[in-house]
C-alpha cells in the first residue's frame, strides 16, 4: 500500500507559498504516494492548478472561515469562531501594549491557539503516513489530524515576523520535522526558536522551470509591450509590510531623478493584492508617481509579464526565500533585490542578479547604476540561459521522510 500524506493549506489565492505548493504537488509521484489536499476556504486561482491525482477534502465550513472578516463569521451563525477571533484581538491587544512587538506575528501565535481549540478534525477517520503543515499558524495540522509523522514549513525570516516566542515553542517542539527552505531561513528561524536545531531540515520551494516557462507563452502581455520608450520594471507579490511596495514611489521617483541627464525613462508596474493597495496607491500621489508606478492589481498568470519586463525587481523589506526571483530567473530576467536577511542565500551578487540597499536612496542609486550597466545586464543573462533554476529533486526529501 502506498503512503498517504495529508497537505493543508489556508487558501490558494496567488502567492509564494501557494504556488511552490503546486511546484510540491506536481513533483510527488502518485505511483509513490497518495494525497489528500485539505483547503481551509476553496478560493483562489492556483486552485485549477492542483493536479488531477489529488484527492482535494471537501471544504468545511467552520475551517472556511477562519480568515474571513468578523462580519462575515458572525453574519454565517459560526459564533464560536467569531468569539475565538474576538478573544485573539483581545489578547493580542493586550500583548502589543508591551514595548518592541510586532501585531502580525502576535495575532498569528494567539489565533493558532483560540481558533484551534473550536476546530472540528481533519479526516478524523484516517491514520496518514505524514502530515504537513504548509502555513502557519501550525496549530491546527496538530491538533486536528492523525498521523504517524507531522512537518510544518518555514517561509518567512522569524526575526522580522515577530511571533510571541514563548507561546508558539511548544508548537514548533511537536513537529517531527520542521522544513526550512533556505540556509539564511534556517539560520534567522532558529534565532528565535534555537530548542528546536535538532528538527530542521532544508527543503527548498520547489519549482519546474518547464511549468515557468510554459505559462509565460500563453499570452502576450500587452500593458507592458505597448510603449517602448520607457524601460518596464516589475515586481509581483502579496501587498504587505514585508514587500516593501509603499516605498517604491520613492524609490522610482529618486532612480527618475538620477536619470535627469540620461534618456531613460522607467514604468514599474507591480502585481498582486492585498491589505496595503491603498497606502501604496496614497504613497504613488504623494510621489507624484502616476505615470510612472503603476499596479496591475491581481493577476491569474503573471508569467508573461515576467517574460516581457526588462528587469525584474524584489524591493523586500525580508524573505524567506523569494520564488517570483526564482520564476524571473527562470525567464532568464535580469533580476535585482534589496539586502534583505536572506538575500544572499538566493542571489550571487553581480552574477545571476544584483543585490542592491535596502534604503531608499540606496536602493534607487544601486538600481540606476544597474539600469545603465547594460553589459552587466546581458552577461547575467547569459549566465542565466546556461543554469536551471528548477529543483524537482527537492522532493525526494519527502520520500526520505517516508522512506521510500
Keep these: 500500500m502506498k503512503p498517504r500524506i495529508l497537505i493543508a493549506i489556508h487558501y490558494m489565492h496567488l502567492g509564494g507559498a501557494e504556488i511552490s505548493l503546486i511546484g510540491l504537488l506536481q513533483a510527488l509521484d502518485p505511483k509513490k504516494v497518495d494525497v489528500d489536499l485539505f483547503v481551509y476556504s476553496h478560493e483562489g486561482e492556483l486552485m485549477k492548478l492542483i493536479p488531477e491525482y489529488v484527492n482535494v477534502l471537501p471544504e468545511n465550513k467552520t475551517w472556511s472561515m477562519f480568515e474571513k472578516s468578523l462580519k462575515q463569521v458572525f453574519l454565517s451563525g459560526k459564533f464560536k469562531m467569531g468569539f475565538a477571533r474576538l478573544r485573539n484581538k483581545y489578547l493580542c491587544n493586550a500583548y502589543m501594549k508591551q514595548p518592541n512587538h510586532n501585531p502580525l506575528g502576535a495575532d498569528c501565535s494567539y489565533l493558532g491557539f483560540e481558533v484551534s481549540k473550536i476546530l472540528p478534525d481533519i479526516n478524523s477517520s484516517v491514520t496518514y503516513d505524514l502530515a504537513i503543515s504548509f502555513l502557519a499558524p501550525h496549530n491546527f495540522v496538530l491538533d486536528h489530524v492523525k498521523a504517524h509523522k507531522k512537518i510544518c514549513w518555514i517561509h518567512t525570516d522569524y526575526t522580522h515576523v515577530g511571533v510571541v516566542a514563548e507561546l ?34 532544508e527543503i527548498e520551494n520547489i519549482l519546474s522551470s518547464t511549468f515557468v516557462r510554459q505559462r509565460a507563452e500563453e499570452f502576450k502581455a500587452t500593458e507592458l509591450l505597448a510603449d517602448k520608450k520607457y524601460l518596464n520594471l516589475l515586481s509581483v507579490g502579496r501587498f504587505c509590510e514585508a514587500k516593501n511596495y509603499d516605498n517604491v514611489p520613492d524609490i522610482c521617483n529618486k532612480a527618475l531623478e538620477l536619470f535627469k541627464d540620461e534618456n531613460i525613462d522607467i514604468k514599474w508596474y507591480i502585481i498582486g493584492f492585498g491589505g496595503e493597495e491603498n497606502l501604496i496607491r496614497q504613497k504613488i500621489a504623494e510621489a507624484g508617481m502616476q505615470d510612472h508606478v503603476i499596479i496591475l492589481g491581481k493577476k491569474e498568470n503573471p508569467y508573461p509579464y515576467v517574460k516581457a519586463c ?8 525580508y524573505e524567506g526565500k523569494s520564488v517570483t526571483v526564482r520564476e524571473a530567473q527562470m525567464l532568464c530576467k535580469p533580476v535585482v533585490v534589496t539586502n534583505y536577511p536572506t538575500a544572499s542565500s538566493q542571489i ?16 534607487a542609486k544601486g538600481l540606476a547604476e544597474f539600469i545603465l550597466d547594460e553589459t552587466k545586464q546581458s552577461q547575467i543573462v547569459e549566465y542565466l540561459k546556461t543554469h536551471d533554476y528548477g529543483n524537482i529533486n527537492e522532493v525526494n526529501k519527502i520520500y526520505s521522510i517516508l522512506g521510500l
Design 168 to 201: 508558539e515553542k511548544s508548537v514548533w517542539e511537536q513537529y517531527d520535522y520542521i522544513a526550512s527552505i533556505s540556509p539564511e531561513a534556517t539560520k534567522t528561524f532558529l534565532q528565535v526558536f534555537p530548542s528546536c536545531r535538532g528538527k530542521v531540515i
Design 310 to 317: 526588462d528587469i525584474y525587481v524584489q524591493p523586500s523589506r
Design 348 to 363: 550571487q551578487d553581480g552574477v545571476d542578479g544584483v543585490i542592491v540597499p535596502m534604503d531608499n536612496e540606496g536602493c
